[in-house]
């Protein structure tokens, strides 16, 4: 028996975070297994909850030019896993989206390093959204991405 092993991205990118959390899933047997293409439909805007989309786009109209429809870019991939990155005033998100084909697993990571006094505080409502937002986003892109529909 293979003895389980577990890196990522995410936690190589930020080695000492305030805060991770990891989550696991069965990968659809005709879905893709390029991390990339699981991380972009992730993070489309379609799959993002409608206020969680508006928020986004408000601080987009509202913040520098550069960074506009960056938020939840794929920085990285190596091997089967690809990377999100996004940096803020108050916290840095890493967010490891990897796809293993041989044991049919799709995994997020998140690894979140917090800024500045009071900025757990801060992150607490990132923190919670992510915690309960992405399973229903990790099913919406099994759907999509296996070619289901409901």
């Given at each position: 028996?293979?003895?389980?092993?577990?890196?990522?991205?995410?936690?190589?990118?930020?080695?000492?975070?305030?805060?991770?959390?990891?989550?696991?899933?069965?990968?659809?047997?005709?879905?893709?297994?390029?991390?990339?293409?699981?991380?972009?439909?992730?993070?489309?805007?379609?799959?993002?909850?409608?206020?969680?989309?508006?928020?986004?786009?408000?601080?987009?109209?509202?913040?520098?030019?550069?960074?506009?429809?960056?938020?939840?870019?794929?920085?990285?991939?190596?091997g089967e896993e690809a990377l999100v990155t996004v940096d803020a005033r108050t916290v840095d998100l890493r967010v490891g989206?990897?796809?293993?084909?041989?044991?049919?697993?799709?995994?997020?990571?998140?690894?979140?390093?917090?800024?500045?006094?009071?900025?757990?505080?801060?992150?607490?409502?990132?923190?919670?959204?992510?915690?309960?937002?992405?399973?229903?986003?990790?099913?919406?892109?099994?759907?999509?991405?296996?070619?289901?529909?409901?």
């Open positions: 028996m293979r003895q389980p092993a577990f890196w990522s991205l995410a936690l190589a990118d930020i080695t000492d975070p305030d805060y991770t959390h990891v989550w696991v899933d069965v990968l659809p047997a005709h879905a893709t297994a390029d991390p990339a293409a699981w991380a972009r439909n992730l993070f489309s805007s379609a799959a993002l909850p409608r206020w969680l989309a508006g928020v986004i786009a408000l601080r987009s109209l509202v913040g520098p030019r550069s960074r506009r429809c960056e938020a939840f870019a794929v920085r990285r991939v190596e989206v990897g796809v293993d084909e041989e044991r049919a697993l799709v995994r997020v990571v998140t690894a979140m390093r917090v800024k500045g006094r009071g900025g757990r505080l801060r992150s607490l409502p990132v923190r919670i959204s992510l915690v309960l937002l992405m399973r229903g986003m990790i099913a919406r892109a099994r759907r999509e991405l296996s070619g289901v529909t409901r």
